[in-house]
């Protein structure tokens, strides 16, 4: 696994220029014969304030990343927006190149040949998948589930979750320290409870996304089944249009597909410049619908899976029983220290 970090855009670049990638361009051009203790060395000259602990992972995948990866390898990345991981093998060593994602300068080629479904994994793979470290190797058990899984990647997705299973024990056991497992807790949370969100139905969704902007003061109105004319709610402080703001609110439930121009252009169709419009999408938006809503007349906040699932627990002690039923959630307590 090599993570392309938070959001859609370095994904993509990952796919169109058939590559994976790591930071960080302060260290400079790497070699395959630098040894962990010399990354080691390195590490502490360009961040001496960070804790020895954390300088030594960051060493640790910089060594995997440069030697022990080799061409033929498989790998995996994942992007958290479409809830999709891309399968692909790797087809060079490393490379040193700056011009091609300049935040991520270390790189290696790769040919993409297939993507999976997070909803279509199971429990155990889900759970180790969840991993907080930039790069891991994989367990394999979920090799084989990926390998079994993958589809081409411009097939349509067709997924059927399977049945929860235990979660499996972490893929390494080396020890790690509190910050690490505290971090690590908390991300695998989060990405269970973006499982639970995405298990919900197209009508569900509508009224989740209500009950958030219900939470927030304002009053709401779903729209029944059928035609909606491009809006599925409506909210206003009054909940008649009568006061400002005038919230029209787009939902689109389907993960692994995102939405592009195309649905953007036709969600604005008809707005005035005081509206304000919300696009909420599990399956994330293309990097060209992100540029269409900034440079929108009228103010557009597109909402992909991640953004949902931070809205969702920062409102959640403040949601309505209905609302909070579509996603039960429990509160749980870690140290601090």
Known sequence: MVRAGRGSENIEEFLRLGIVAMGDARLGKLSTSQSKADLLRL??????????????????QSARFLSEMKAGDGVITYDSERRLYFVGALTSEYEWAPQLIESKPHMRRVTWAGRVSRDGLSAAARNSLGAIQTLFKLGPEVVTELTELAGPLDAPL???????????????????????LSAEMFDKAGSFVEDAISRLDWQQMQHLVAGLLRSMGYRTQVSD??????VDIFASPDGLGLQEPRIFVEVKHRPG??????????????RKERDKCLYVSTGGFTKDAHYEAERSSVALTL????????????????LDAPTRALVPLQRFYWPLQ
């Open 43 to 60: 590490y502490a000259e360009k961040y001496p304030d960070e804790n020895e602990g954390t300088r030594a992972t960051w060493a640790s």
């Open 158 to 180: 067709v997924v059927a979750p399977p049945a929860p299973t235990p979660a499996s024990p972490p893929i390494e056991g080396k020890p790690r320290s509190d910050a690490e």
């Open 225 to 230: 089944e059928g035609p909606d004319r491009g």
């Open 257 to 270: 597909t995102p939405m592009g121009t195309k649905e953007i252009r036709s969600f604005l169709g008809g």
């Open 303 to 318: 909402i992909a899976l991640p953004r949902l699932r931070e809205l969702l627990l920062d409102r959640y002690e403040q």
